[in-house]
């Protein structure tokens, strides 16, 4: 079986990266978008809706994904789209140091790890599964550095996740004022 593809993109906010992400399926029917959030966007619904009305394509939508707990089916469907890594990122930093009032170096090196692992796993069991994901991620480098503690973390914790899985795309882009540069 051949291998699939794992496609990165990041930007900022409203920057066009989901649009571009379903964009890369608009042809694909059996796809599997997987929300980290329980809302989303009208815009996103509007464009999948279209999708299925217009082409007679299906698409699943799993709202409240956790990259480390919610299955997918690779048996029926060989296109996904993961929205948004950056969320589910500051969800597992809420729960982890939401309450705290320092960390250590250690601590921070091991939950990094954790969610390392935990979007390995998913990517490259769609990968070998023939396979290919989209990764949604978003871009904190732009933003004044957070005052608070919770938000320090979440921010170094994403920038080194993000280099991390960029690195590791077989493409990236970057996505800003509804273009997209590949550069990887």
């Known amino acids: 079986?051949?291998?699939?593809?794992?496609?990165?993109?990041?930007?900022?906010?409203?920057?066009?990266?989901?649009?571009?992400?379903l964009s890369q399926f608009a042809e694909n029917d059996r796809v599997q978008y997987l929300c980290t959030n329980t809302d989303i966007d009208d815009k996103i619904l509007n464009r999948i809706a279209f999708n299925?009305?217009?082409?007679?394509?299906?698409?699943?939508?799993?709202r409240n994904f956790s990259v480390n707990k919610t299955p997918v089916n690779y048996e029926e469907y060989k296109c996904?789209?993961?929205?948004?890594?950056?969320?589910?990122?500051?969800?597992?930093?809420?729960?982890?140091?939401?309450?705290?009032v320092s960390y250590t170096e250690r601590e921070?090196?091991?939950?990094?790890?954790?969610?390392?692992?935990?979007?390995?796993?998913?990517?490259?069991?769609?990968r070998n599964s023939g396979g290919t994901i989209v990764v949604i991620s978003a871009e904190?480098?732009?933003s004044p550095a957070p005052i608070d503690i919770t938000d320090k973390i979440y921010r170094e914790v994403l920038c080194t996740v993000n280099q991390r899985f960029a690195n590791?795309?077989?493409?990236?882009?970057f996505s800003f004022s509804g273009l997209q540069l590949k550069v990887k």
């Open 80 to 100: 996904f789209v993961l929205d948004n890594l950056a969320d589910w990122i500051y969800q597992r930093t809420l729960e982890k140091f939401g309450a705290s």
């Open 140 to 142: 904190t480098g732009f």
């Open 1 to 21: 079986m051949d291998k699939g593809k794992y496609i990165f993109v990041t930007g900022s906010a409203m920057s066009g990266k989901s649009r571009f992400a």
């Open 52 to 62: 299925e009305r217009s082409k007679d394509f299906r698409w699943n939508i799993i």
């Open 168 to 173: 590791k795309a077989d493409e990236a882009y």
């Open 108 to 126: 921070l090196r091991e939950f990094v790890k954790e969610l390392c692992h935990s979007v390995n796993i998913l990517v490259n069991e769609i």
